[in-house]
């Protein structure tokens, strides 16, 4: 008698910042990134999380809802960014100001600026 492999499986998604709802399954082989999501119990417990809509990955690599996944994958849930990270690190550097800010912070002294 041969046992069915088991996947171990990790389903990750992050509602709010500093919020991170993890779980850790045991699936079968051959099992894919939907399968993987409604046994987590993310979907139920989020109800606006539509699996037609979500943007996922693996390990970091864009994912879709067919990929069929391998022992100790991580599947991710993507949201949306509220804020353009270029814009807020403009907007940063425009109220510090550009001496108080990258590599400007730190001087020697007699140095020249930026070194």
């Known amino acids: 008698m041969a046992s069915e492999a088991r996947l171990q499986i990790t389903v990750v998604y992050s509602p709010a910042a500093r919020d991170v709802r993890e779980v850790v399954l045991q699936l079968s082989a051959g099992t894919t990134v939907l399968q993987a999501l409604q046994t987590s119990g993310l979907l139920q417990l ?3 999380l539509d699996p037609l809509t979500l943007v996922l990955g693996v390990w970091g690599h864009k994912a879709s809802l067919t990929q069929v996944l391998q022992d100790n994958d991580r599947v991710e849930i993507y949201r949306s960014l509220s804020v353009d990270p270029k ?5 940063r550097f425009a109220s510090q100001g550009a001496r108080s800010a990258g590599l400007f912070v730190k001087r020697r002294a007699g140095a020249k600026a930026g070194y």
């Open 87 to 91: 814009v807020a690190r403009r907007e």
């Open 46 to 48: 989020f109800p606006v």
